[in-house]
């Protein structure tokens, strides 16, 4: 690349941002082998073979060493590794690594996903950690989760979408769906969207971009952080 083009591509706020965070990563590391060393090795390799041939698309799951390195970025992104005890609640959690990866990081933890995958259940079971089956629907509120949450998250998100007929929540399904969110907050509490794209490698519309914006979400490419709850919900 010519330096012309480099200094250009530094000079945009994104890369900017992405090269401060890969900094902060590396100044305030979260080894990967202590984490890893909690797993109990011989289920683990046990599940692994059971997937070694496998050609079901979640079978890369099996691989935890991949996924654990991504979900501790995740969690040093969202500064989980710099803070006190949370509560935090993962929608679609799939196999757990990023809740296992908090729970190692002193947060307390509770994912909610279908029952599809019986790898995910099984490396649920692996990591210890725990959850709740439940699938998430348009206009349809969450279930009483018995608790409540300084942290909502949902990386790779799937539910927002009917594949079949390549169609996506709008703002109304996700005005409904932060608004119940909510009730399941504490005050001060945060929501992060990890988007999924579509079929055009958009993860959202300009007006669903809009729509985060307009209420106050930080965005960035596929990541939605929203504002810290206030504490007031909006009465039924
Ligand atoms: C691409 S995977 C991502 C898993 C995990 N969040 C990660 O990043 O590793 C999408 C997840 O969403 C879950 N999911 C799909 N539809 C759902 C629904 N309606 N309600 C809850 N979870 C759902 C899937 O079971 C799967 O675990």
């Known amino acids: 690349m010519k ?40 289920k683990l390799a046990a599940i692994q073979a ?20 991504l979900n501790i970025v995740r969690a040093q992104d969202l500064n989980l590794h710099r803070c006190g005890p949370k509560s935090v609640l993962d929608l679609g959690c799939g196999g757990g690594f990023f809740l296992f990866v908090l729970q190692q990081l002193g947060h307390t933890c509770l994912g909610l996903d279908i ?18 089956i439940w699938a998430i629907q348009p206009f349809e509120p969450l279930p009483d989760l018995g608790r409540k949450f300084d942290f909502v998250t949902a ?7 009917d594949s079949k007929r390549d169609w996506w929540w709008g703002p ?14 504490n005050p001060g509490g945060r929501i992060f969207l990890g988007l999924n794209p579509g079929k055009n490698k958009e993860f959202y519309t300009r007006e669903l971009r809009d729509f985060f914006l307009s ?7 596929e990541n939605v952080l929203l504002p810290p709850f206030s504490g007031e ?4």
């Open 50 to 69: 059971q997937y070694a041939s496998s050609n079901e698309h979640y079978a890369k799951y099996a691989d935890v060493r991949r996924w654990l390195r």
């Open 172 to 185: 109304s399904e996700w005005t409904f769906f932060l608004d119940d969110l909510k009730r399941h907050l």
């Open 155 to 161: 990386f790779s998100i799937d539910f927002n979408r």
């Open 233 to 236: 919900v909006a009465p039924a």
């Open 3 to 42: 330096f012309t083009h480099k200094i250009a591509k530094l000079a945009q706020p994104l890369m900017y941002r992405r090269a401060w965070r890969r900094a902060e990563r590396m100044i305030r590391p979260v080894p990967l082998e202590p984490i890893y060393a909690r797993i109990d090795q011989a």
């Open 215 to 221: 209420r106050g979400a930080w965005v960035e490419r």
């Open 115 to 132: 029952d599809e995958f019986p790898l995910f259940t099984q490396l649920l079971e692996l990591f210890h950690v725990e959850r709740r």
